[in-house]
């Protein structure tokens, strides 16, 4: 789903570290560390509250490079 409104208010939430207007099936891509499955869940649970209709999560591992 379409998600832009609260994209401002998401760049000043302290786990979000950048946010991407991107093509394909998704419109922004967030890049977020959370603290743990808490934080993970409080940010999907904010997501909503601002009218994300979908989201996808992606966990990483480590990095590689």
Known sequence: G???A???NGLQRDDVLWASHVTGESDIT???ACDGTAGL?????W???EGATETRTDVVL???R
């Open 62 to 64: 480590r990095k590689i």
């Open 30 to 32: 967030l890049a977020v």
């Open 2 to 4: 379409v998600w832009h």
């Open 47 to 49: 997501l909503q509250r």
């Open 6 to 8: 609260g994209i401002d």
């Open 41 to 45: 869940d409080s940010l999907l649970r």
